[in-house]
């Protein structure tokens, strides 16, 4: 360990369970020393998993829908509260969409659904930003970060509405960073991160051959939630003050890759098609 998030403090959203990306930056985060408020929405903080990472991290549960402005207030409010002062980080780990969860096809979404999937995955970023810098909750030089995947780019074809929500994710980032550092020189990035098993990951249709065709064509092999984690907590510590405004890829290089000579052999045995 190296005590790098030493004397921060922050928001952690989106810690569901232990598979979760969020789960791992709150255990990381606390073992570099940073202290945090866990946050998730009030059905899933009652299924309790939290009260674990929550005993084992020190750390205090506050309950927000992500999409609701008054409970993003209150979260605020109730984090300056229990550390007596402003933060500086914010993971921003949420994503849903009614779609994939319902197998609706991308050429048949229904509606309603399509603007909850943009509600919950990419305005709750801009809200969580906008209260955050209302209620002046960031300390200067702090550093916030949302998690996203490179079907913003690219077409994935099962990764339905979610690709449209993670590209307003990612607009979002840039134009709030714009603002963010302009007024506090707070940094705001997106980490787009190879396919996890995790359970939002795992709603996406043929989640496993998804996974197995990345790990084939990143050079060094999909990365892991863990590994995530320590981006996320790289680009919370002081050691990335100048990142701002940026989509930074955590996958193993797959982004970069047309073809690699791993997916070129098992196409050719047979194994991909
Ligand atoms: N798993 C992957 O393959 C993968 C790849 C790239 C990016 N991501 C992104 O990582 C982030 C975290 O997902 P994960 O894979 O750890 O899965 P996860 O299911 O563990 O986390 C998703 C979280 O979003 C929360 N959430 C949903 N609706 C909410 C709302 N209205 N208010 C507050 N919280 C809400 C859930 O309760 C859950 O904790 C998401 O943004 C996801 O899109 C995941």
Sequence with gaps: MYNLLKGKKGIIFGALDERSIAWKVAERAHEEGAEFVLTNMPAAVRMGQLNELAEQTG??????????????????????????????????????????????????????????????????????????????????????VALTYSAAQRVFPNYNDMAEAKAMLESVARSFGYHFGEKKKVRVNTVSQSPTETTAGSK???????????????????????????????????????????????????????????????????ILK
């Excluded at 509260?81 to 969409?97: A, P, Q, T, V, Y």
């Excluded at 197995?212 to 990335?240: E, R």
Aim: hydrophobic share 40%; charged share 20%.
């Design 59 to 144: 750390s205090e549960i506050v309950a927000a829908n992500a999409t609701s402005v008054e409970d993003i207030e209150n979260l605020m409010t109730r984090t300056k509260e229990i550390f007596g002062g402003k933060i500086d980080f914010i993971l921003h780990s949420i994503g849903m969409s009614m779609n994939v969860r319902k197998g609706r096809k991308y050429t048949d979404v229904d509606y309603n659904y399509f603007l909850k999937t943009v509600d919950i995955s990419a305005l709750s970023f801009h809200k969580v930003m906008q209260l955050a810098m209302k209620q002046d909750v960031m300390n200067d030089w702090g550093s916030i």
């Design 204 to 270: 996406v249709d043929s989640f496993g051959n998804f996974v197995a065709y990345a790990d084939a064509m990143s050079p060094l092999g999909n990365a892991s939630a863990v590994d995530c984690a320590n981006y996320c907590l790289a680009l919370f510590s002081d050691l990335t003050k100048y990142v701002t405004m940026q989509n930074l890829y955590h996958d193993g290089g797959f982004s970069s890759t047309g073809m690699s000579e791993e997916a070129m052999v098992k196409v050719g045995e047979g």
